[in-house]
Nanobody, 115 residues
Framework: QVQVVESGGGLVQPGGSLRLSCAAS????????TGWYRQAPGKERELVAS???????IYADSVKGRFTISRDNGANRASLQMSSLKPEDTAVYYC?????????WGQGTQVTVSS
């Protein structure tokens, strides 16, 4: 059974930084973390950053230049480094992984940007 676990969320002041981590496990087949998404209250879930198997990253316009997605020791782990955080970045952040054509989501980690 595939499990996707996010960590690293919390409360941070505007202008601060946080690093989110994602780890996918639970299968003998390759599991690949494909991206980070977020969902703010009353809004739909949106893509924050995605990363291909080759390491190419794509970012939402709202986070370009502030967030960086990277892999950590394998395709089944990834991080999201967030800098210059703004109140509008407040949301639950979700990691998505893919295995054999199916997508798997973590439970999410709350990021709150507030003074």
């Amino acid at each position: 059974q595939v499990q996707v676990v996010e960590s690293g969320g919390g409360l941070v002041q505007p202008g601060g930084s946080l690093r989110l981590s994602c780890a996918a496990s639970g299968s003998i087949f390759v599991i690949t973390v494909t991206g980070w998404y977020r969902q703010a209250p009353g809004k739909e879930r949106e893509l924050v950053a995605s990363i291909t198997g080759g390491g190419t990253a794509i970012y939402a316009d709202s986070v370009k230049g502030r967030f960086t997605i990277s892999r950590d020791n394998g395709a089944n782990r990834a991080s999201l480094q967030m800098s210059s955080l703004k109140p509008e970045d407040t949301a639950v952040y979700y990691c998505k992984a893919r295995q054999r054509g199916s997508d798997y989501w973590g439970q999410g980690t709350q990021v709150t940007v507030s003074s």
